[in-house]
C-alpha cells in the first residue's frame, strides 16, 4: 500500500484525470444544478406555466441527481469510474437535446429526472472520488479545482443559455448544450482510469474510518448537514435571475449577475480547497457555511446592476468553499474503500437540498408575489446546517480516536 499511494501522488496522470474531470463536470454539473434558471421566464411566456411548476422540473432533475449519486457512486466503486462516467455525458448529453423539443410539462419532469438519475449521478459523485483518490497529497486543493468547475459550469451553462436564448430561442439553446455536452464530454470521459492504488480492488483499502466513528453513522451526519446548506445556497442559484428580473433588470444582465457570481466562486472554491488542507476540512466548512447563512438574505435588499454585481461577487467567494470543503471532508473522514458510494450518498442529500431550495423558492414566491420569505428560509436552513456541522466537528476532535498501528 505505501508504494502505491507513492505512485499515485508521483504519477503525472493524476493531472490528466483532473484535467479531464474539469470540463465533464462543468459541462453536466452546470446543466443540471441550475442551468434551467434562465429558462424560467421563456418557459412561463410561451406555456403559462406557474414559477412553482417550472422549478419542479430541476428539483425532479435533482433528485434524481441524489438517487443516482447513490447508486453510481456504488457502482463506480464495484466497476470504476471510465464506464460509469460514459455513461453519464452520454445520458445528459441526449436527455438535454430531446428536451428541447418537449412540448408538455410532465415531458420535461421526465427527461430532467432521467437525465439526473443516469447522467448527473454516473457524474458528480464517481468522477469527484477518482480525482480524490488519484491526489494523496494536496487532496484538497484538487478537490477544489474539480468543484470550481463544477462553479464555472454552473455559471457559463446559464450564461451560455441566456445568449443563445437571446439569438436563436429557448429550444435551439437546450438542443445545442445537449449537443456540446456530447462532443465535448464524452471523448474526455475516456481518458479516466483508476488510481495504482485502487487498481487491486476494494479488498486492498481500509473499510473503516479513520476518525474511529462507523462509516455509516459519519456519511449520515455528514449527509444532515449537507441537506441543510445546500437548500441555502440553491436559493441564489436558481431564484437569483428570476430575482433581478423582478427588479427591472434584463435578462441578459440578469444572467450575466450569476455568471459573474458563479465566475468568483471558481477561485472560492480553490481557495477553500486549500484553507482545506491548511485548517481541516471540517473548520473550512462551517467558515463557508457561515458566510453563506450571513449573507444570503441581503440578495433581497439589492437594486442596480453595479449592486448586484458587487454583492454577488462577495456573497459568491464564501458560498462557493461549502462544497469543496463538504467533499474535502468525505475524501479525509470516510473509510478509503467506500469513498465513492460514500461521497455519492452526501452528494444525494445535496441534491436533494439543492431540490428543496429550488422548489420552496418557487413556492413561496407565487403564494405571496415576493422573494423576502424564500431567502430568509434559506437563512435558517443555514443556521440548522452550522448546529449540525459544529456538532460533528466537537465529536470528531474530542471524542475518542481510533487505535494507531
Same mark, same amino acid.
Given at each position: 500500500m505505501p508504494d502505491a499511494s507513492r505512485n499515485d501522488a508521483n504519477s503525472a496522470w493524476r493531472w490528466v484525470i483532473l484535467a479531464a474531470a474539469v470540463p465533464i463536470l462543468a459541462l453536466v454539473m452546470g446543466q443540471l444544478v441550475n442551468g434551467l434558471s434562465?429558462?424560467? %421566464?421563456?418557459?412561463?411566456?410561451?406555456?403559462?406555466?406557474?414559477?412553482?411548476?417550472?422549478?419542479?422540473?430541476?428539483?425532479?432533475g435533482l433528485v434524481g441527481l441524489a438517487l443516482g449519486c447513490i447508486v453510481m457512486g456504488f457502482a463506480a466503486d464495484r466497476f470504476g469510474a471510465?464506464?460509469?462516467?460514459?455513461?453519464?455525458v452520454a445520458v445528459t448529453g441526449i436527455a438535454t437535446f430531446v428536451a428541447a423539443r418537449a412540448g408538455e410539462l410532465w415531458q420535461l419532469y421526465a427527461l430532467f429526472f432521467v437525465a439526473g438519475l443516469l447522467g448527473g449521478g454516473a457524474i458528480s459523485a464517481p468522477v469527484t472520488a477518482l480525482v480524490g483518490s488519484w491526489f494523496t497529497r494536496g487532496a484538497g486543493l484538487a478537490i477544489g479545482i474539480a468543484a470550481a468547475a463544477q462553479a464555472l459550469g454552473q455559471g457559463g451553462m446559464p +450564461?451560455?443559455?441566456?445568449?443563445?436564448?437571446?439569438? /436563436?430561442?429557448?429550444?435551439?439553446? /437546450?438542443?445545442? #448544450?445537449?449537443?456540446?455536452?456530447?462532443?465535448?464530454?464524452?471523448? /474526455?470521459?475516456?481518458? /479516466?482510469r483508476e488510481p495504482p492504488a485502487r487498481a487491486a480492488g476494494p479488498a486492498s483499502l481500509a473499510h473503516?474510518?479513520?476518525?474511529?466513528?462507523?462509516?455509516?453513522l459519519l456519511v449520515a451526519w455528514i449527509s444532515a448537514g449537507?441537506?441543510?446548506?445546500?437548500?441555502? &445556497?440553491?436559493?441564489?442559484? &436558481?431564484?437569483?435571475?428570476?430575482?433581478? #428580473?423582478?427588479?427591472?433588470?434584463?435578462?441578459?444582465?440578469?444572467?450575466?449577475?450569476l455568471f459573474f457570481m458563479l465566475v468568483v466562486a471558481i477561485a472560492g472554491r480553490a481557495a477553500f480547497g486549500q484553507i482545506a488542507d491548511m485548517i481541516g476540512a471540517l473548520p473550512a466548512w462551517m467558515l463557508a457555511s457561515?458566510? #453563506?447563512?450571513?449573507?444570503?438574505?441581503? +440578495?433581497?435588499?439589492?437594486?442596480? %446592476?453595479?449592486?448586484?454585481?458587487?454583492?454577488?461577487?462577495?456573497?459568491?467567494?464564501?458560498?462557493?468553499?461549502?462544497?469543496?470543503? %463538504?467533499l474535502v471532508t468525505v475524501r479525509h473522514l470516510a473509510a478509503p474503500a467506500r469513498l465513492a458510494s460514500s461521497m455519492g450518498i452526501v452528494l444525494a442529500f445535496g441534491y436533494l437540498g439543492h431540490g428543496l431550495g429550488g422548489w420552496q423558492g418557487g413556492f413561496f414566491y407565487d403564494l405571496t408575489n415576493d422573494y423576502t420569505w424564500t431567502y430568509a428560509n434559506a437563512a435558517i436552513a443555514g443556521v440548522v446546517n452550522l448546529v449540525i456541522v459544529g456538532s460533528l466537528w466537537w465529536t470528531v476532535t474530542r471524542g475518542p480516536r481510533p487505535a494507531t498501528a
Open positions: 434562465v429558462y424560467f %421566464v421563456p418557459l412561463e411566456a410561451e406555456f403559462g406555466w406557474a414559477r412553482a411548476d417550472i422549478a419542479l422540473i430541476n428539483s425532479l471510465r464506464r460509469i462516467a460514459l455513461t453519464g +450564461f451560455s443559455g441566456a445568449l443563445l436564448i437571446g439569438s /436563436l430561442g429557448w429550444r435551439e439553446a /437546450l438542443a445545442m #448544450q445537449g449537443v456540446a455536452t456530447l462532443v465535448i464530454g464524452l471523448p /474526455l470521459a475516456w481518458l /479516466l473503516e474510518s479513520p476518525t474511529g466513528l462507523p462509516n455509516g449537507v441537506l441543510f446548506c445546500c437548500t441555502t &445556497m440553491s436559493v441564489p442559484l &436558481m431564484h437569483l435571475v428570476p430575482l433581478a #428580473q423582478s427588479n427591472g433588470l434584463s435578462a441578459a444582465d440578469a444572467g450575466g449577475v457561515a458566510w #453563506q447563512t450571513l449573507l444570503v438574505f441581503g +440578495f433581497t435588499w439589492i437594486d442596480g %446592476v453595479r449592486d448586484y454585481y458587487i454583492f454577488a461577487a462577495v456573497y459568491g467567494f464564501g458560498y462557493a468553499g461549502v462544497m469543496t470543503s %463538504v
